[in-house]
Protein backbone atom coordinates (compact mmCIF):
# COMPACT_ATOMS: atom_id res chain seq x y z
CA UNK A 1 0.00 0.00 0.00
CA UNK A 2 1.30 3.78 -1.36
CA UNK A 3 1.70 5.78 2.33
CA UNK A 4 3.23 9.36 1.37
CA UNK A 5 5.25 10.86 3.33
CA UNK A 6 3.96 14.47 4.39
CA UNK A 7 5.40 17.36 6.78
CA UNK A 8 2.54 18.26 8.94
CA UNK A 9 2.96 21.23 11.36
CA UNK A 10 2.62 19.62 14.78
CA UNK A 11 -0.15 22.15 15.97
CA UNK A 12 -2.36 20.86 13.56
CA UNK A 13 -4.08 17.24 14.82
CA UNK A 14 -1.12 16.07 16.79
CA UNK A 15 -0.28 18.19 20.26
CA UNK A 16 -1.45 21.42 21.78
CA UNK A 17 1.57 22.89 20.88
CA UNK A 18 0.37 26.59 19.67
CA UNK A 19 1.04 29.83 21.74
CA UNK A 20 -1.89 29.47 23.66
CA UNK A 21 -1.85 25.40 24.28
CA UNK A 22 -4.36 25.26 21.28
CA UNK A 23 -4.72 22.05 18.83
CA UNK A 24 -5.79 23.01 15.64
CA UNK A 25 -8.51 21.20 13.93
CA UNK A 26 -8.58 19.76 10.27
CA UNK A 27 -10.77 17.24 8.86
CA UNK A 28 -8.06 16.56 6.27
CA UNK A 29 -5.44 15.79 8.53
CA UNK A 30 -7.66 13.64 10.78
CA UNK A 31 -8.65 11.26 7.93
CA UNK A 32 -5.20 11.59 6.41
CA UNK A 33 -3.97 9.93 9.51
CA UNK A 34 -4.93 6.09 8.38
CA UNK A 35 -3.23 6.81 4.96
CA UNK A 36 0.24 8.96 4.93
CA UNK A 37 3.08 8.61 7.00
CA UNK A 38 3.21 11.87 8.37
CA UNK A 39 5.99 13.85 10.07
CA UNK A 40 4.66 16.82 12.67
CA UNK A 41 7.02 19.72 13.41
CA UNK A 42 6.65 22.93 15.54
CA UNK A 43 9.40 24.86 14.94
CA UNK A 44 8.62 27.50 17.28
CA UNK A 45 9.15 24.99 20.24
CA UNK A 46 11.98 23.31 18.83
CA UNK A 47 13.86 26.95 18.83
CA UNK A 48 13.17 26.77 22.70
CA UNK A 49 9.64 28.42 23.44
CA UNK A 50 7.08 26.87 25.87
CA UNK A 51 3.57 25.94 25.63
CA UNK A 52 2.19 28.07 26.12
CA UNK A 53 4.04 31.10 25.31
CA UNK A 54 4.50 34.75 24.26
CA UNK A 55 3.48 35.02 21.06
CA UNK A 56 5.98 35.98 18.31
CA UNK A 57 5.29 37.88 14.92
CA UNK A 58 6.76 39.01 11.81
CA UNK A 59 8.05 42.67 12.14
CA UNK A 60 10.14 44.49 9.12
CA UNK A 61 13.05 46.27 10.10
CA UNK A 62 15.60 48.07 8.13
CA UNK A 63 14.12 46.21 4.77
CA UNK A 64 14.05 42.84 6.83
CA UNK A 65 11.58 40.52 7.99
CA UNK A 66 12.44 39.67 11.49
CA UNK A 67 10.88 36.94 13.90
CA UNK A 68 10.33 39.05 16.68
CA UNK A 69 8.59 38.33 20.24
CA UNK A 70 7.00 41.45 21.41
CA UNK A 71 6.54 40.90 25.12
CA UNK A 72 10.41 39.91 25.89
CA UNK A 73 11.80 42.19 22.89
CA UNK A 74 13.73 39.10 21.48
CA UNK A 75 14.77 38.75 17.98
CA UNK A 76 14.14 35.00 17.18
CA UNK A 77 15.57 35.65 13.48
CA UNK A 78 18.54 33.66 13.64
CA UNK A 79 17.53 30.79 15.82
CA UNK A 80 14.23 30.06 13.15
CA UNK A 81 16.33 30.30 10.51
CA UNK A 82 19.21 27.90 11.84
CA UNK A 83 16.67 25.26 12.68
CA UNK A 84 14.46 25.72 9.72
CA UNK A 85 18.10 25.20 7.46
CA UNK A 86 19.16 22.34 10.07
CA UNK A 87 15.84 20.47 9.92
CA UNK A 88 14.99 20.70 6.01
CA UNK A 89 18.91 19.61 5.79
CA UNK A 90 17.66 16.13 7.90
CA UNK A 91 14.66 15.76 5.85
CA UNK A 92 14.30 13.01 3.39
CA UNK A 93 12.24 12.79 0.53
CA UNK A 94 8.94 14.10 0.75
CA UNK A 95 5.88 13.86 -1.25
CA UNK A 96 3.85 16.83 0.43
CA UNK A 97 3.52 19.50 2.75
CA UNK A 98 0.86 20.88 5.29
CA UNK A 99 1.12 24.11 7.27
CA UNK A 100 -0.41 26.13 9.82
CA UNK A 101 -2.37 28.79 8.19
CA UNK A 102 -1.15 32.35 9.02
CA UNK A 103 1.95 31.53 11.35
CA UNK A 104 4.80 33.29 11.45
CA UNK A 105 6.47 30.30 10.80
CA UNK A 106 4.89 28.36 8.63
CA UNK A 107 2.03 30.34 7.13
CA UNK A 108 2.73 29.75 2.91
CA UNK A 109 1.99 33.20 2.52
CA UNK A 110 -0.75 34.62 4.47
CA UNK A 111 1.32 35.46 7.69
CA UNK A 112 1.16 39.14 8.90
CA UNK A 113 4.43 40.79 8.76
CA UNK A 114 4.32 44.74 11.15
CA UNK A 115 6.28 47.47 10.80
CA UNK A 116 6.75 47.83 14.60
CA UNK A 117 7.63 45.56 16.99
CA UNK A 118 4.24 47.10 19.10
CA UNK A 119 2.32 47.75 15.96
CA UNK A 120 -1.63 47.61 16.33
CA UNK A 121 -2.43 46.59 12.98
CA UNK A 122 -0.24 44.30 10.01
CA UNK A 123 0.69 46.19 6.88
CA UNK A 124 1.63 43.74 4.80
CA UNK A 125 1.13 39.82 4.43
CA UNK A 126 4.24 37.16 3.48
CA UNK A 127 6.05 33.61 4.39
CA UNK A 128 6.75 32.39 8.04
CA UNK A 129 10.18 32.11 7.79
CA UNK A 130 10.08 27.88 8.21
CA UNK A 131 7.54 28.09 5.08
CA UNK A 132 9.79 30.20 3.17
CA UNK A 133 12.80 28.27 3.42
CA UNK A 134 10.41 24.67 2.32
CA UNK A 135 9.09 26.81 -0.30
CA UNK A 136 12.55 27.26 -1.40
CA UNK A 137 13.69 23.84 -1.26
CA UNK A 138 11.02 22.15 -2.05
CA UNK A 139 9.64 24.49 -5.48
CA UNK A 140 7.95 21.24 -7.16
CA UNK A 141 6.07 20.05 -3.86
CA UNK A 142 2.34 20.61 -2.79
CA UNK A 143 2.44 22.58 0.02
CA UNK A 144 -0.95 23.85 1.28
CA UNK A 145 -2.26 25.10 4.70
CA UNK A 146 -4.72 23.25 6.59
CA UNK A 147 -7.13 26.40 5.36
CA UNK A 148 -6.80 25.88 1.99
CA UNK A 149 -7.37 21.67 2.16
CA UNK A 150 -11.30 22.68 2.98
CA UNK A 151 -11.55 23.56 -0.76
CA UNK A 152 -12.37 20.52 -2.64
CA UNK A 153 -10.72 21.38 -5.55
CA UNK A 154 -7.56 22.31 -4.04
CA UNK A 155 -7.77 19.23 -1.66
CA UNK A 156 -8.17 16.70 -4.43
CA UNK A 157 -4.93 18.27 -6.47
CA UNK A 158 -3.02 17.84 -3.43
CA UNK A 159 -4.16 14.66 -3.01
CA UNK A 160 -3.50 13.66 -6.71
CA UNK A 161 0.11 15.15 -5.94
CA UNK A 162 1.12 13.11 -2.90
CA UNK A 163 -0.02 9.88 -4.10
CA UNK A 164 1.30 10.31 -7.55
CA UNK A 165 5.07 10.94 -6.25
CA UNK A 166 4.46 8.70 -3.77
CA UNK A 167 4.07 5.85 -6.42
CA UNK A 168 6.92 6.76 -8.66
CA UNK A 169 9.27 7.59 -5.81
CA UNK A 170 8.66 3.24 -5.23
CA UNK A 171 9.68 2.70 -8.35
CA UNK A 172 12.72 5.32 -8.72
CA UNK A 173 14.21 2.74 -5.91
CA UNK A 174 15.25 0.16 -8.24
CA UNK A 175 15.13 2.21 -11.34
CA UNK A 176 13.64 -0.67 -14.34
CA UNK A 177 12.97 0.91 -17.10
CA UNK A 178 10.06 -1.55 -17.97
CA UNK A 179 8.37 -0.11 -14.36
CA UNK A 180 9.02 3.21 -15.63
CA UNK A 181 7.20 2.50 -18.89
CA UNK A 182 4.39 1.15 -16.91
CA UNK A 183 4.10 4.24 -14.69
CA UNK A 184 3.75 5.92 -17.73
CA UNK A 185 0.84 4.23 -19.25
CA UNK A 186 -0.85 3.71 -16.17
CA UNK A 187 -1.02 7.67 -15.50
CA UNK A 188 -1.51 8.87 -19.31
CA UNK A 189 -4.96 10.27 -18.54
CA UNK A 190 -3.64 11.69 -15.47
CA UNK A 191 -0.98 13.49 -16.83
CA UNK A 192 -3.00 14.60 -19.89
CA UNK A 193 -5.46 16.63 -17.21
CA UNK A 194 -2.29 17.99 -16.24
CA UNK A 195 -0.23 19.04 -19.22
CA UNK A 196 -0.66 18.03 -22.64
CA UNK A 197 2.52 19.41 -23.61
CA UNK A 198 4.41 17.83 -20.85
CA UNK A 199 2.76 14.70 -21.19
CA UNK A 200 4.06 14.56 -24.99
CA UNK A 201 7.99 15.37 -23.50
CA UNK A 202 7.33 12.66 -20.89
CA UNK A 203 6.57 10.43 -23.79
CA UNK A 204 9.56 11.34 -26.13
CA UNK A 205 11.74 10.94 -23.39
CA UNK A 206 10.69 7.27 -23.14
CA UNK A 207 10.86 6.66 -26.65
CA UNK A 208 14.35 8.14 -26.89
CA UNK A 209 15.99 5.36 -24.10
CA UNK A 210 18.77 3.62 -24.46
CA UNK A 211 19.97 0.98 -22.58
CA UNK A 212 22.41 1.83 -19.89
CA UNK A 213 20.58 5.65 -19.09
CA UNK A 214 18.74 4.42 -16.75
CA UNK A 215 19.49 6.90 -14.00
CA UNK A 216 19.63 9.67 -16.27
CA UNK A 217 16.08 8.63 -17.58
CA UNK A 218 14.43 8.16 -14.24
CA UNK A 219 16.14 11.78 -13.15
CA UNK A 220 14.80 13.59 -16.08
CA UNK A 221 11.34 12.09 -15.78
CA UNK A 222 11.08 13.11 -12.04
CA UNK A 223 11.98 16.39 -12.99
CA UNK A 224 9.32 16.88 -15.17
CA UNK A 225 6.76 14.83 -13.17
CA UNK A 226 6.78 17.34 -10.64
CA UNK A 227 6.61 19.99 -13.12
CA UNK A 228 3.62 18.84 -14.63
CA UNK A 229 2.12 18.46 -11.66
CA UNK A 230 2.79 22.27 -9.90
CA UNK A 231 -0.23 23.79 -10.81
CA UNK A 232 -3.87 23.05 -10.63
CA UNK A 233 -5.35 21.65 -13.88
CA UNK A 234 -7.87 23.97 -15.51
CA UNK A 235 -11.35 22.30 -15.04
CA UNK A 236 -11.26 22.54 -18.85
CA UNK A 237 -7.86 20.33 -19.12
CA UNK A 238 -9.97 17.91 -16.52
CA UNK A 239 -12.86 17.66 -19.21
CA UNK A 240 -10.72 17.17 -22.08
CA UNK A 241 -9.44 13.83 -20.35
CA UNK A 242 -12.34 13.08 -18.83
CA UNK A 243 -14.24 13.21 -22.60
CA UNK A 244 -11.31 10.98 -24.02
CA UNK A 245 -12.21 8.10 -21.33
CA UNK A 246 -15.52 8.98 -22.26
CA UNK A 247 -14.47 7.91 -25.68
CA UNK A 248 -14.78 4.16 -24.72
CA UNK A 249 -18.12 3.50 -23.90
CA UNK A 250 -19.54 6.08 -26.42
CA UNK A 251 -21.30 3.32 -28.24
CA UNK A 252 -22.19 1.08 -25.18
CA UNK A 253 -24.16 3.59 -22.90
CA UNK A 254 -27.91 4.77 -23.17
CA UNK A 255 -29.01 7.92 -24.13
CA UNK A 256 -30.62 9.05 -20.63
CA UNK A 257 -26.66 7.45 -19.14
CA UNK A 258 -25.07 9.85 -21.18
CA UNK A 259 -26.87 12.25 -20.03
CA UNK A 260 -27.18 12.20 -16.91
CA UNK A 261 -22.81 11.52 -16.87
CA UNK A 262 -23.23 14.92 -18.54
CA UNK A 263 -25.04 16.34 -16.03
CA UNK A 264 -22.94 15.70 -13.66
CA UNK A 265 -20.02 16.96 -15.64
CA UNK A 266 -21.59 20.15 -15.82
CA UNK A 267 -21.58 20.33 -12.29
CA UNK A 268 -18.01 19.93 -12.23
CA UNK A 269 -17.81 22.66 -15.32
CA UNK A 270 -19.53 25.21 -12.69
CA UNK A 271 -17.87 24.60 -9.70
CA UNK A 272 -20.18 23.28 -7.76
CA UNK A 273 -19.16 19.40 -7.83
CA UNK A 274 -15.99 17.61 -7.49
CA UNK A 275 -14.12 15.72 -9.88
CA UNK A 276 -14.77 12.47 -8.31
CA UNK A 277 -18.56 12.52 -9.36
CA UNK A 278 -17.66 12.08 -12.96
CA UNK A 279 -14.71 9.90 -12.03
CA UNK A 280 -16.76 7.35 -9.93
CA UNK A 281 -19.31 7.03 -12.61
CA UNK A 282 -16.37 6.53 -15.28
CA UNK A 283 -15.35 3.30 -12.56
CA UNK A 284 -18.86 2.27 -12.90
CA UNK A 285 -18.34 1.99 -16.28
CA UNK A 286 -15.49 0.46 -16.16
CA UNK A 287 -16.50 -2.29 -13.92
CA UNK A 288 -19.76 -3.14 -15.97
CA UNK A 289 -17.85 -3.56 -19.71
CA UNK A 290 -14.60 -4.91 -18.41
CA UNK A 291 -12.75 -2.19 -20.14
CA UNK A 292 -8.54 -3.37 -19.45
CA UNK A 293 -7.21 -0.29 -20.54
CA UNK A 294 -8.97 2.08 -18.79
CA UNK A 295 -9.04 -0.42 -15.31
CA UNK A 296 -5.17 0.19 -15.43
CA UNK A 297 -5.19 4.38 -15.53
CA UNK A 298 -4.30 6.02 -12.03
CA UNK A 299 -7.02 8.85 -12.79
CA UNK A 300 -9.75 6.36 -12.25
CA UNK A 301 -8.76 6.63 -8.75
CA UNK A 302 -5.65 8.45 -8.12
CA UNK A 303 -5.95 8.38 -3.72
CA UNK A 304 -7.76 6.38 -1.45
CA UNK A 305 -11.45 6.15 -2.11
CA UNK A 306 -11.70 6.62 1.27
CA UNK A 307 -10.18 10.11 0.98
CA UNK A 308 -13.31 11.55 -0.96
CA UNK A 309 -15.60 11.66 1.72
CA UNK A 310 -14.06 14.44 3.52
CA UNK A 311 -15.74 17.70 4.19
CA UNK A 312 -15.22 20.40 1.91
CA UNK A 313 -15.82 24.69 2.87
CA UNK A 314 -18.41 24.52 0.22
CA UNK A 315 -16.30 26.83 -2.33
CA UNK A 316 -16.32 24.87 -4.70
CA UNK A 317 -13.31 26.23 -6.98
CA UNK A 318 -13.40 29.66 -5.54
CA UNK A 319 -10.85 29.74 -2.66
CA UNK A 320 -7.93 31.16 -4.38
Request: charged residues 35%; hydrophobic residues 35%.
Amino acid sequence: MIRPKVLVSKCIEFERCRYNSNIISSETVKVLKDHVDFIPVCAEVEIGLGIPREPVRLVKENEQIRLIQPATDRDLTEKMNDFSNNFIDSLEEIDGIILKEKSPSCGIKGAKVYNKRDAKKHFEKNSGLLAKRLLESFPYTAIEDEGRLRNFSIREHFLINIYTKARFNKIDKNRKIKELIDFHSDHKYLLMAYDQVLLKELGNLLGNFKKGSEDKTFKEYKKILKKALSEIPSYKSHINAIEHCLGYFKDRLKKDEKEFFLERLNGFRNGKLPLSVAISILRSWIVRFDEPYLKRQVYMQPYPIELETIKDSGLGRDLK
